[in-house]
Antibody, heavy 121, light 108 residues
Framework: EVQLVESGGGLVQPGGSLRLSCAAS????????MNWVRQAPGKGLEWVSA????????YYADSVKGRFTISRDNSKNTLFLQMNSLRAEDTALYYC??????????????WGQGTTVTVSS | SYVLTQPPSVSVAPGKTATITCGGN??????VHWYQQRPGQAPVLAIY???GRPSGIPERFSGSNSGNTATLTISRVEAGDEADYYC???????????FGGGTKLTVL
């Protein structure tokens, strides 16, 4: 069974840091680009970041560029999102999502259940 | 940055056809993906590359894309189709994934 399981969310003060993880199973992890997508309470989906299968190419939304870093460990089938200088507006449910094919622009066909990040003093 | 515009809500009676639009500048030159998100659940890919249908998605779901509008069509709507629907493209000029604001489909 193809599965993504996020972890690492929690309550953090403004300016603080968190590292999210996404454990993948049931597919050839290194062959697929991966994404982080977030959803603030009661709001729509917002793309956060993407990384190619080999990890060579990374992409960021303007709202997080310079503060967040996406990475992956293909030996451990795990995706990461290092989040620094967190702001209240980063409060959201964070999903990791697998791209359907080897093309980074393809649709995202498998999603985790998400991990909640709350930035508040 | 590229902007996708969706109507906030669409209502349809059971058994009828629902049409959800996604507007963008020359969106017909881009590839559009659609996601369904039921309340309290993670999104599900409903349509990829304008009109492709992943396994497990009913044939009642179809997509098209031309000019400045992409369209998700759901035929013979059922109560279980009630959800939020999001269109999404890859903006190659910025290397960003872009989501529309989402459309809440209500089955009357």
């Amino acid at each position: 069974e193809v599965q993504l399981v996020e972890s690492g969310g929690g309550l953090v003060q403004p300016g603080g840091s968190l590292r999210l993880s996404c454990a993948a199973s049931g597919f050839t992890f290194r062959s697929h680009a991966m994404n982080w997508v977030r959803q603030a309470p009661g709001k729509g989906l917002e793309w956060v970041s993407a990384i190619s299968g080999g990890g060579d190419n990374t992409y960021y939304a303007d709202s997080v560029k310079g503060r967040f870093t996406i990475s992956r460990d293909n030996s451990k089938n795990t995706l990461f999102l290092q989040m620094n200088s967190l702001r209240a507006e980063d409060t959201a449910l964070y999903y990791c999502a697998k791209v359907r094919s080897s093309f980074e622009t393809d649709g995202m066909d498998v999603w985790g259940q998400g991990t909640t990040v709350t930035v508040s003093s | 940055s590229y902007v996708l515009t969706q109507p906030p809500s669409v209502s349809v009676a059971p058994g009828k056809t629902a049409t959800i639009t996604c507007g963008g500048n020359n969106i017909g030159s881009l590839s559009v993906h659609w996601y369904q998100q039921r309340p309290g659940q993670a999104p599900v890919l409903a349509i990829y590359y304008d009109s492709g249908r992943p396994s497990g998605i009913p044939e009642r779901f179809s997509g098209s894309n031309s000019g400045n509008t992409a369209t998700l069509t759901i035929s013979r709507v059922e109560a279980g189709d009630e959800a939020d629907y999001y269109c999404q493209v890859w903006d190659s000029s910025s290397d960003h994934r872009v989501f529309g604001g989402g459309t809440k489909l209500t089955v009357l």
